[in-house]
């Protein structure tokens, strides 16, 4: 599901926003120096605030998303990853930000195989004996919004390469 090119778009994305940011730092920051050098009150009053308020939109707005969410690849790239084997239950339609990046809570019952005897929790084992379900054979997974297209409907048993919560990649059984 992610590529190489998931990584180089997010880095020109990074530098296209420094290109556009950055020479109007440079403006900015120039006329409060040059208001500053030239003893003209008003220009440094209002390039300074100016100024500040470009940066930090800039930066928040802009600039920190970009970089927490290719730190994210970066980690999921080099990180530990383990395989769920599993059913498909749910694919949630409301994204939420996990980690930088907008996902979609995927509701996957694991395989017998999967659950280990003693994993439950105590709660867990008095809510089964009230509703007859089994609770503990569930988890929740993260799928990137963006990488939607092409993975499996609810009720399509399936292989989830997963890095932490988030899905890698996904083999159909």
């Known amino acids: ?3 190489e090119q998931d990584f180089n778009e997010i880095n020109s994305k990074i ?12 403006l900015l920051l120039a006329a409060y120096i040059y208001g500053l050098k030239a003893r003209i009150q008003w220009v440094p009053m209002v390039a300074g605030p100016l100024l500040f308020v470009a940066a930090c939109y800039g930066v928040l707005a ?6 927490r969410y290719r730190g994210f690849l970066r980690d999921m790239e080099t990180g530990l990853s383990r395989d769920v084997r599993g059913t498909i239950l749910e694919i949630s339609d409301a994204p939420e930000m996990q980690d930088g990046a907008m996902v979609l809570p995927v509701r996957v019952k694991l395989d017998a195989a999967e659950v280990t005897p003693g994993q ?3 709660a867990a084992r008095r809510l089964e004996a009230v509703t007859g379900e089994d609770t503990e054979a569930e988890r929740i997974v993260y799928l990137n919004a963006s990488k939607r297209e092409g993975f499996p409907k609810p009720g399509a048993a399936v292989v989830l390469h997963c890095f932490g919560r988030h899905v890698k990649a996904v083999e159909a059984l």
Request: charged share 10%.
């Open 1 to 3: 599901m992610y590529s």
């Open 15 to 26: 530098r296209r926003n420094w290109l556009v940011l950055g020479p109007i730092l440079a």
């Open 62 to 67: 802009y600039l920190w998303p970009n970089t």
């Open 120 to 122: 439950a929790s105590a």
